[in-house]
């Protein structure tokens, strides 16, 4: 009777886990080939490791019988670290710049439908079920745009849809969205911030002139903050030339001192300096800025310490710096320990070659994600790597 209570709750347990999604396990050419040959689409959830809404998708949503029963059914499915092997070339490909993006190609690797975020189950079927509907889909839903549509939810939703992918086009949808609006709220208001790339942008005129109604529900504080960013990224990307990778300093230092210190301006623009570097793969420029910069780290919160943290261990092979990144970590976990940034620390400490205390965070990390329902495999490698040694 014991052997097949066990066999039983095997069995029960191997059942629930192929309720949900089945995702492929292999590249991506062979993902198209497939879907060519059962003429069915490719549902791609566009993922990152650290983003917090993609785990939650996979632990609340993906695992759901009736997401399974229609994605397994309709779709070819599979699932890509959008930073990481083919996944980086992917995601220039389509354009993913926020995640989860989730993508429906055709078996020749054309998008016909896409959206993103966390998406509750019935939601996200029915995302699903307009993938498969031509009538639906964003190319008819963009031509039905071209073509005059002016219903305030219609272009609401597209505008929403495209806001990641394509900013232009979602502008101009914004913009007769709320040429007809003469009161906002507060669904409003959101997508208008989250719309304006630059000061250049016809939102950013929509924000001015409605600055009266829009700071009924925003603070005025927070209205003028976000001006002042907008202003702020407007100048830093006109200072770049990303074809010869060269900042204009003098432009930006000029612009910048309209609405800023020059204290304020030149912490900025080195900062801008660091972050590009890393971006073009500049690592000794990088590792110099970053190391300047944060000399005083005493003001910065937890999860920014660590991000620091992580990208020094990713990048950085200088000894010397990587310890000043253990004590960045060091700090973070001081202020908020967490799976994320003990596992950081495990991993630096590793790199440093100090085993001992890599083993020992490692272990801390894992205990940490367990009790936080976390997916701690990476963190459970290393450790077994450590054991091993």
Same mark, same amino acid.
């Given at each position: ?5 066990? *066999? ?6 191997? @059942? ?21 040959k059962e003429n069915k689409l490719v549902f791609i959830d566009a993922y990152a490791s650290w983003c917090g809404p993609c785990k939650l998708m996979v632990k609340n949503v993906f695992p759901q019988k009736p997401v399974g029963d229609y994605y397994n059914a309709h779709f070819v499915n599979a699932k890509i670290d959008m930073e990481k092997g083919e996944g980086v070339d992917l995601a220039k490909k389509y354009n993913v710049k926020a995640f989860p993006t989730y993508l429906f190609v055709d078996g020749n690797g054309e998008v016909v439908h896409r959206t993103l975020g966390y998406v509750e189950e019935n ?21 039905? @745009? ?7 939810? *219609? ?9 990641? !992918? ?12 709320? #040429? ?18 630059? #000061? =250049? ?5 929509? @924000? ?43 432009? @930006? ?26 971006? !073009? ?36 092979? !200088?000894?010397? #710096? &990587? ?19 003990? =596992? ?15 083993? &020992? ?6 205990? &940490? ?5 976390? =997916?701690?495999? =990476?963190?459970?490698?290393? &450790? ?6």
């Open positions: 009777m014991k052997k097949l209570s066990i *066999f039983s709750a095997l069995f029960i347990g191997a @059942f629930a886990l192929a309720q949900g999604i089945k995702f492929e396990d292999t590249n991506f050419t062979t993902i198209l080939a497939k879907a060519k939601d996200f079927i029915q995302f699903a079920k307009d993938a498969g509907d031509p009538s639906k889909r964003i190319g008819t839903l963009k031509q039905k @745009f071209e073509d005059g549509e002016k219903d305030p939810e *219609f272009l609401k939703n597209l505008a929403e849809l495209t806001m990641y !992918n394509d900013a232009e086009f979602s502008g101009r949808v914004m913009e007769r969205y709320f #040429s007809g609006k003469t009161e906002l709220d507060k669904n409003d208001i959101q997508m208008l911030l989250s719309g304006i790339q630059n #000061s =250049d942008s016809p939102m950013y005129k929509v @924000f001015q002139a409605k600055k009266a109604e829009i700071t009924k529900i925003l603070p005025v504080e927070r209205y003028d903050a976000f001006d002042k960013n907008i202003k702020l990224n407007t100048v830093l990307k006109k200072s770049y030339n990303a074809d010869t990778k060269t900042w204009n300093d003098n432009y @930006f230092m000029a612009e910048a001192q309209k609405f800023l210190t020059k204290d304020e301006a030149e912490k900025i623009l080195k900062r801008a300096k660091a972050n590009r570097a890393l971006k !073009n793969k500049d690592i000794p420029t990088y590792e110099k800025l970053s190391l300047d910069l944060y000399k005083d780290t005493s003001a910065m919160g937890s999860e920014e310490l660590n991000s620091l943290a992580w990208d020094f261990f990713e990048n950085v092979t !200088n000894k010397a #710096s &990587l310890e000043k990144a253990v004590v960045w970590a060091q700090e973070s976990v001081k202020k908020d320990e967490n799976y994320a940034n003990t =596992d950081t620390l495990a991993n630096l400490y590793n790199k440093v070659g100090d085993k001992k205390n890599a083993k &020992l965070w490692a272990e801390k990390s894992i205990e &940490l994600a367990k009790k936080t329902g976390q =997916d701690s495999g =990476d963190t459970e490698k290393l &450790l077994k790597s450590l054991n091993v040694q």
